[in-house]
């Protein structure tokens, strides 16, 4: 069973960056595509962003598109989130996951593995 911890969370100003970082455990991380989501208060979870396991393919919600980039390192098991030009509305708790078997990349159900979550929240 693979293991996720999130880092990177905080508070920042709008326009300001941050970056996540995920670090697996276990031998299938390099293996599995992987994804950021992120839920706001009184909201659903949300799907941010996705990358497939050898990082040949990424895909981005639209509201994150040309700010956020996805990026993995499978040499130290790590998933990564950089996130620029943050807005208000970015304001959430933030969750990498991990798919064992594919699927529809921006589908919730379609990950297998989950982290506890960073909390990021950006200030107007």
């Known amino acids: 069973q693979v293991q996720l911890v999130e880092s990177g969370g905080g508070l920042v100003q709008a326009g300001g960056s941050l970056r996540l970082s995920c670090a697996a455990s276990g031998r299938t991380f390099s293996n599995n595509n992987m994804g950021w989501f992120r839920q706001a208060p009184g909201k659903e979870r949300e799907f941010v962003a996705g990358i497939t396991w050898n990082a040949g393919s990424t895909y981005y919600a639209d509201s994150v598109k040309g700010r956020f980039t996805i990026s993995r390192d499978n040499a130290k098991n790590t998933l990564y989130l950089q996130m620029n030009t943050l807005k208000p509305e970015d304001t959430a708790v933030y969750y990498c996951?991990?798919?064992?078997?594919?699927?529809?990349?921006?589908?919730?159900?379609?990950?297998?593995?989950w982290g506890q979550g960073t909390q990021v929240t950006v200030s107007s």
């Open positions: 996951a991990g798919s064992m078997y594919g699927g529809r990349y921006y589908s919730s159900a379609s990950y297998d593995y």
